[in-house]
């Protein structure tokens, strides 16, 4: 166990665990693909909110930042590194950067 003391503020954790149980509370439901939380956060606000839609598709990611359109300065919090290639979906990544998340 480390003693090292880690940098996160107190609003990090939080906005994390409630990803971390999104994800949770969509286990096996997600077919091939991982279950996903996913937050959008500005100024320590919940501006949205998603998990991977049943069967895998689409993604947290996709479905959280589709509910609003977001700007600089907002935050996205994910229990997974959002997808970068192409297969059945685009990546999330192309879609994060678009919406300069």
């Known amino acids: 166990m480390s003693?090292?003391?880690d940098n996160y503020k107190s609003s990090d954790k939080k906005i994390m665990n409630f990803a971390i149980n999104l994800a949770e509370n969509n286990?096996?439901?997600?077919?091939?693909?991982?279950?996903?939380?996913?937050?959008?956060?500005?100024?320590?606000?919940i501006l949205s909110f998603a998990t991977t839609n049943n069967g895998g598709r689409p993604h947290?990611?996709?479905i959280a930042l589709n509910k609003n359109r977001y700007n600089k300065?907002?935050?996205?919090?994910?229990?997974?590194?959002?997808c970068s290639h192409h297969g059945v979906t685009p990546p999330c990544t192309n879609a994060i950067i678009k919406n300069k998340v």
């Open 27 to 45: 286990k096996y439901l997600t077919g091939t693909n991982p279950s996903v939380g996913c937050v959008i956060v500005k100024n320590n606000k």
């Open 60 to 62: 947290a990611e996709s």
């Open 73 to 82: 300065g907002t935050s996205l919090y994910s229990t997974l590194e959002p």
């Open 3 to 5: 003693l090292k003391k």
